[in-house]
């Protein structure tokens, strides 16, 4: 069941910006902590960036200082402000719900993932 849908994902031109939205169920967003990962073609799934219920959060090194994770607990909704996106940052990007204390820790409930495409 849908539980988990992701949005925002386009094409940008290198250096652009994109905002992506992931939209939870209230039992979902109710977990320990939200997270987004992305997955190019011919590579694995990879952790981009945590959230916890309080606020805390966790990024990879690759997008430190350009992505941005946030949530409103309202809206039950988990955002990914991506800056200066690069070539490398094009991936399908997926939102979760899971644990985190000291790495996060995945739970089996994914959205269908949001496409972003970013040209040099």
């Known amino acids: 069941q849908v539980q988990l849908v992701e949005s925002g994902g386009g094409l940008v031109q290198a250096g652009g910006s994109l905002r992506l939205s992931c939209a939870a169920s209230?039992?979902?967003?109710?977990?320990?902590?939200m997270a987004w990962y992305r997955q190019a073609p011919g590579k694995q799934r990879e952790l981009v960036a945590v959230?916890?219920?309080?606020?805390?959060?966790n990024y990879a090194d690759s997008v430190k200082g350009r992505f941005s994770i946030s949530r409103d607990n309202a809206k039950t909704t988990v955002y990914l402000q991506m800056n200066s996106l690069k070539p490398e940052d094009t991936a399908v990007y997926y939102c979760n719900a899971g644990i985190y204390v000291t790495t996060f820790d995945p739970g089996n409930y994914w959205g269908q993932g949001t496409q972003v495409t970013v040209s040099s």
């Open positions: 209230r039992s979902i967003f109710s977990r320990n902590a």
């Open positions: 959230i916890t219920s309080g606020g805390r959060t």
